[in-house]
């Protein structure tokens, strides 16, 4: 026995260290994939007009203005002062000062004070619905001090209601038996399971669900830490929502010094999202009841049995809540996922197999493939019987743009069968006329003449009445098909009888985003705006958003797949609203009736526009009407009021998004 533990030791160091040079491998690339980012980034900034043309007053005005902006300004300002050379090193530094700053003023404002702890206790007695949660955790040769640390969190919850099942998976360090015997002597509520053989955590996890008999469950890796409220907030929640069977919350990283960093808030219970990466994760709270329905932990799920278990769990209710508070501290130490993405490759094998045996049992025909960042997933289905595609194409630009969006159609082997409509608002333009004329030679193209006003909204409805397509491919003219894929990856989604519209990536001509999802209320308008906009297209957004597949609000009517019957069951668009937020309109229609929107990125066009002509959040002002503005926030004010459920509240609406909310 003692040899065993002995190779096991050696076989940890060699883990240890594999897991190490990895890491460093991967933090090498992502900074160097960074500062491409901000090399693009400043070569924009540089070669723009208005940077040429504001030389004079930059040098008058400029420095002192900027120097009250962190972030781009603070890139813009280092490049004046220091020259190129030394802008890269200066302008990161920054950056990761003012995210830290920010982050710690959060914490700040956010933290329990003894008024706050007060309040709480008084809520508390004050609860109709005391659940008893049972917090699992499988232990095996952490150290003492994280171990202890771990279990102190639960000793210190503001919720008393609580017992703590502790299954140790055979450690051959000597101080895990001591510590854990203890707190067993300590308190009732700790129940201890000494397991004699290594069972990995699946099977660890077992033997301390098995020692459980609260309502609920919560997961608890050896090495993270609770905050003091996290049980609270789970029972608050219940005793609002009592049915309740399964609550996430938002978690950040804590280093070996107890400094905290990279907050993930999250979504709201985003379907597709879970399919595309384990966002859910910590700390995550289930009804035992259903846990045990499903058979528990998984052997074979090393790894990733926390992922396979919440998919599973997922697919016995939708009673599912989240929790916009951060209440748990995953631990930052070499070896662990939190350190480096690629400390426990294995566990992304067991994601692959968890994902597939998802598919399996939902009777879904897919294969899964790895995202674009390790730890993230791709879902790719396939396509049942290629229904017609009706691809509407609304005239608005010259004919130069209208010719590039058509033949880059025309020219590809796209689908197998498809038709185009272009709806023509009485352009009178000779080289327009001509051209139009010019494509009766193709038996799938048609040409609507629409009679009256420009309005957006009507035209695409009319397009839609005239088309013979089972599914409409809303195209703006200023798009362009550069991979033939694109439209099958459309497809593969609004197929799917859950999904309303679906969306793609869209990118300017000089690779920055155009857009990648919409979030209500994001921008000066208060309606809805794109995030990321004009940011590199290499940039994955916040934690990997950009380049995953989920779920939003709505996404932009310049490229949205739908379904001709779920497009006739909402009535269409709303002709009030003739211009820049029909889209936003729609999807809130399909999504009241019962749809999810879905991104992805893995269909992208490009789009003929210039960067300039809108702003920061890719709205064009010029399009918009205050009478549509106004029409828009009376019919939507419920929605508005709540905010959007794919956006986390402790992020702001201000910029590009995904700035934390102070």
């Known amino acids: 026995m003692l040899n065993k533990n002995i190779i096991k030791e050696k076989d940890n160091v060699r883990v240890d260290f594999k897991s190490r040079i990895i890491e460093l491998e991967d933090t090498i690339l992502k900074k160097e994939r960074h500062i491409k980012n901000i090399e693009f980034e400043l070569n924009l900034i540089k070669k723009s007009k208005v940077w040429r043309l504001s030389e004079f007053f930059r040098k008058l005005f400029f420095v002192k203005f900027l120097e009250k902006f962190p972030g781009v300004h603070r890139i813009v300002l280092s490049v004046y002062k220091d020259g190129f050379v030394k802008t890269f090193g200066k302008a990161i530094y920054r950056i990761l000062k003012h995210d830290t700053k920010n982050y710690k003023k959060w914490i700040k404002k956010n933290s329990l004070n003894d008024k706050k702890i007060k309040e709480i206790k008084k809520d508390i007695d004050g609860f109709k619905y005391n659940p008893k949660f049972s917090i699992i955790m499988p232990v095996y040769n952490v150290d003492q001090t994280w171990l202890t640390k771990a279990v102190d969190s639960v000793f210190n919850q503001l919720y008393e209601n609580w017992e703590l099942c502790i299954a140790d998976d055979a450690s051959s360090k000597e101080h895990i038996k001591s510590v854990l015997i203890k707190y067993d002597k300590k308190d009732n509520r700790i129940k201890i399971k000494f397991l004699k053989e290594n069972q990995g955590i699946p099977g660890a996890s077992n033997e301390a669900l098995s020692m459980a008999t609260g309502e609920f469950i919560g997961l608890l890796d050896n090495d993270d830490e609770l905050s003091v409220d996290a049980l609270y907030e789970n029972v608050k929640l219940l005793n609002a929502v009592p049915d309740a069977d399964m609550i996430y919350s938002d978690e950040d990283k804590l280093d070996i010094k107890g400094k905290r960093s990279d907050p993930f808030f999250k979504p709201d219970w985003s379907p597709d999202m879970l399919f595309s990466c384990m966002y859910t994760g910590h700390f995550g709270v289930y009804r035992k009841k259903i846990v045990d329905e499903i058979g528990g932990f998984r052997i074979g799920y090393e790894g990733s049995q926390d992922y396979d278990l919440a998919l599973r769990f997922s697919e016995r209710t939708d009673r599912i809540f989240h929790l916009p508070k951060i209440l748990y501290h995953w631990r930052k130490i070499p070896g662990s996922a939190a350190f480096a993405d690629n400390s426990k490759d294995y566990a992304y094998v067991s994601a692959i197999k968890a994902l597939s045996d998802a598919m399996e049992r939902r009777d879904i025909p897919a294969k899964v493939y790895r995202g674009d960042w390790t730890g993230s997933y791709r879902i790719k289905y396939e396509i049942d019987n290629f229904p017609k595609i009706s691809i509407l194409i609304p005239l608005k630009g010259h004919v130069s743009i209208l010719k590039k969006c058509v033949e880059s159609i025309l020219s590809k082997d796209l689908y197998p069968d498809y038709e185009i409509l272009i709806i023509d608002n009485n352009r009178l333009e000779r080289e327009t006329v001509e051209y139009l004329s010019s494509l009766s030679g193709y038996g799938n193209v048609s040409i609507l003449n629409y009679n009256s006003h420009f309005n957006l909204s009507e035209m695409n409805n009319y397009g839609a009445r005239k088309s013979t397509g089972d599914i409409l491919l809303f195209f703006d003219d200023k798009c362009e098909v550069r991979s033939k894929k694109s439209i099958m990856v459309l497809v593969e989604h609004v197929q799917r009888k859950n999904v309303g519209a679906v969306g793609a990536k869209l990118v300017f001509n000089n690779n920055t ?121 009376i019919k939507w004010k419920s929605i508005l009021g709540k905010g959007d459920p794919y956006y986390n509240p402790n992020l702001s609406l201000d910029g590009e998004g995904f700035s934390i909310r102070l």
């Not at 958003?545 to 006739?568: C, L």
């Not at 229609?589 to 490009?606: C, D, M, N, Q, S």
Request: with cysteine.
């Open 513 to 633: 985003i155009q857009h990648c999802g919409i979030i209500l209320k994001l921008g000066s308008d208060g309606i809805a705006g794109h995030h990321s906009y004009n940011y590199p297209d290499t940039n994955k957004g916040y934690f990997g958003k950009n380049s995953i597949v989920h779920n939003v609000s709505a996404v932009t009517g310049s490229a949205m797949m739908v379904r001709k019957d779920v497009f006739n069951k909402v009535n269409g668009f709303d002709e009030k609203i003739a211009t820049t937020y029909s889209d936003v309109d729609f999807c809130l229609k399909l999504r009241e009736a019962g749809y999810h929107i879905v991104y992805t990125p893995y269909a992208k066009f490009y789009f003929n526009e210039s960067v300039a002509k809108k702003n920061v959040n890719g709205v064009d002002k010029k399009m918009i009407s205050k009478k549509e503005i106004d029409y828009f926030k």
